[in-house]
């Protein structure tokens, strides 16, 4: 069973279809982190640098316990998962390629433009020069 941890923000929108293809079983674990849940013991437990989103796998590769963070790395991690693989090993370096197109290109980009057109107010005034 994977508990994913996320906030409600747009990277995790990465992982949830994800988890439905592989038809691994999960639960949602909402964490809010305006209230700074990401740094409760509960869930430092689970991911020591209080990153989300993150998913925690109570039975990982050889039973024992794994986590991940990062839509990115997360994305990673469920489409290599033992026996859930969702295509051929010569399919990989195709999907190394959308991967890292979509974290370093599409991801940060709309992230920033979000960011900008609804969440950034600036409080920053241009001095007078002429004082």
């Known amino acids: 069973m994977i508990d ?5 923000t747009p990277n995790p929108a990465k992982v949830d279809p994800m988890l439905e293809e592989t038809g691994l079983e999960y639960e949602l674990r909402l964490i ?8 409760f013991d ?10 989300v ?3 925690g796998e109570r039975a990982g590769p050889a039973g024992r316990e794994a986590s991940a963070f990062d839509s990115s790395a ?7 998962n033992p026996g859930k693989d969702l295509s051929a090993a010569t399919d990989r370096p195709e999907r190394l390629l ?3 197109f979509v974290s370093s290109g599409v991801g940060p980009f709309s992230g920033q433009s979000v960011q900008l057109q ?3 107010r600036s409080s920053c005034r241009i001095a007078d020069m002429s004082a």
């Open 118 to 120: 609804h969440g950034h």
């Open 74 to 80: 997360i994305l990673f991690c469920l489409a290599e």
């Open 32 to 39: 809010d982190t305006k209230k700074g849940e990401r740094h």
């Open 42 to 51: 509960s869930f430092l437990k689970v991911k020591t640098n209080g990153k």
């Open 53 to 55: 989103p993150a998913i």
């Open 4 to 8: 994913f941890y996320l906030p409600p």
């Open 98 to 100: 959308w991967l890292l």
